[in-house]
């Protein structure tokens, strides 16, 4: 009886300790790569007022990467995510005015800075 008792708050505890887990979505909480490109591209823009036109291309921008990102299957995939970080910063930083290109490359800056602060897997 004992046995079943404490398997039983096992389950219990296991189901409560993976609710948070299951909630954020795709098990595990990765997000997809429509997600991880938003995200990166939010990050980048801080700080910058974008016109409509910069809007439309940002959009197309992203639209591209996301769906390059989700044929991505196999091999180094730390090499092909850095080719495609570099791709997307490249993209969007040139259809930036001058002054926002600095804003831009400091904003690359921190979060390089951030990127190699954390701790690696």
Same mark, same amino acid.
């Given at each position: 009886?004992?046995r079943?008792n404490?398997?039983a708050?096992? !389950?219990? !505890?296991l &189901?409560?300790?993976?609710?948070? =887990? ?6 595990g909480?990765r997000m997809d790569p429509?997600?991880? =490109?938003?995200?990166?591209t %939010?990050r980048? /823009? %801080?700080g910058? %007022? !974008?016109? &409509?036109a910069e809007?439309d291309s940002?959009?197309a921008?992203?639209?591209?990467l &996301?769906t @390059?990102?989700?044929a991505? %299957?196999?091999?180094d995939m730390?090499?092909r995510m *850095?080719? $495609?970080? *570099?791709?997307?910063? *490249?993209? /969007?930083?040139?259809i /930036? *005015?001058p002054?926002q290109? &600095?804003?831009?490359d400091?904003? =690359?800056?921190? $979060?390089d800075? @951030?990127?190699m602060n954390?701790?690696?897997p």
């Open positions: 009886m004992r079943i404490i398997a708050c096992s !389950l219990v !505890l &189901a409560a300790a993976s609710a948070p =887990v299951m909630a954020q979505g795709n098990m909480g429509s997600q991880m =490109v938003e995200r990166s %939010t980048l /823009l %801080t910058i %007022t !974008l016109t &409509a809007t940002v959009k921008i992203n639209e591209r &996301a @390059a990102a989700k991505e %299957t196999g091999g730390r090499a *850095t080719e $495609m970080r *570099t791709n997307q910063r *490249t993209q /969007l930083r040139a /930036l *005015t002054e290109q &600095a804003v831009f400091k904003n =690359v800056a921190d $979060m800075k @951030a990127r954390r701790p690696q």
